[in-house]
């Protein structure tokens, strides 16, 4: 089973910075088949990105990734009020699929 | 526009079997593979396992010997039963569909269910 290990746990940020959110696993993703997803208090995960670096349909450009192997990044150039969430990856290179125990991103 | 939809009972007691369904409205069940995830504080986003229309499926090992998905394509719906349940199983189920490969992200999410086992 592929362990995800998200840093740092918690991002503390005003609007209009540069998130970074790191995303390592125990051994290399399948194809880089690794993605991303955002998640607010009392709603289902929403995909950002798949293939470590494509978006998903309707995700804004400010959100891009990027990595291979074991490392990756998710990166949001510059922070709107909208994207203070939890952010998971989940490699899907095989069974089981596996997801990051998460970084939290709050408002400064 | 197509919408996922959990069910089932909140509260189910230890030993006994939990048993989720999943609904797909706006759509069809055919020609995707369909997903069960649960999160609990935790252990955070575990998946559980995935069927496909055709009927074949597969279980995280950790959950294998006491998990079974299966669907009703008729009814456009899917469902979960998990044996022998713990407090350890107490989570918010999911059901969500594959974006197109058994092993893949998922791109459509119900809006989950609450899970306590508690005697």
């Known amino acids: 089973e592929i362990v995800l290990t998200q840093s740092p746990g918690t991002l503390s940020l005003s609007p209009g910075e540069r998130a970074t959110l790191s995303c390592r696993a125990s051994?290399?993703?399948?194809?880089?088949?690794l993605a991303w997803y955002q998640q607010k208090p009392g709603q289902a995960p929403r995909p950002l990105m798949f293939?470590?670096?494509l978006r998903a349909t309707g995700i804004p450009d400010r959100f891009s990734g990027s990595g291979s192997g074991t490392d990756f990044t998710l990166t949001i150039s510059r922070v709107e009020p909208e994207d203070f969430a939890v952010y998971y990856c989940?490699?899907?290179?095989?069974?089981?699929?596996?997801f990051g125990q998460g970084t939290r991103l709050e408002i400064k | 526009q197509e919408q996922l939809q959990e069910s089932g009972p909140g509260l189910v007691k230890p030993s006994e079997t939990l048993s989720l369904t999943c609904t797909v409205s706006?759509?069809?069940?055919?020609?995707?593979?369909w997903s069960w995830i649960r999160q609990s504080p935790g252990k955070g986003l575990e998946w559980l396992g995935f069927?496909?229309?055709?009927?074949?499926?597969d279980y995280s090992p950790s959950l294998k010997s006491r998990l079974t998905i299966s669907l009703d394509t008729s009814r456009n719906q899917f469902s979960l039963k998990l044996n022998f349940v713990t407090a350890a199983d107490t989570a918010v189920y999911y059901c969500?569909?594959?974006?197109?490969?058994?092993?893949?992200?998922?791109?459509?999410w119900g809006q989950g269910t609450m899970v306590t086992v508690s005697s």
């Open positions: 969500a569909r594959n974006q197109l490969l058994p092993y893949d992200i998922f791109n459509l």
């Open positions: 706006g759509g069809s069940i055919n020609n995707f593979y």
């Open positions: 069927i496909y229309y055709s009927g074949s499926t």
């Open positions: 051994q290399s993703v399948t194809s880089n088949y």
């Open positions: 293939g470590a670096s």
């Open positions: 989940q490699q899907y290179g095989g069974s089981p699929i596996t």
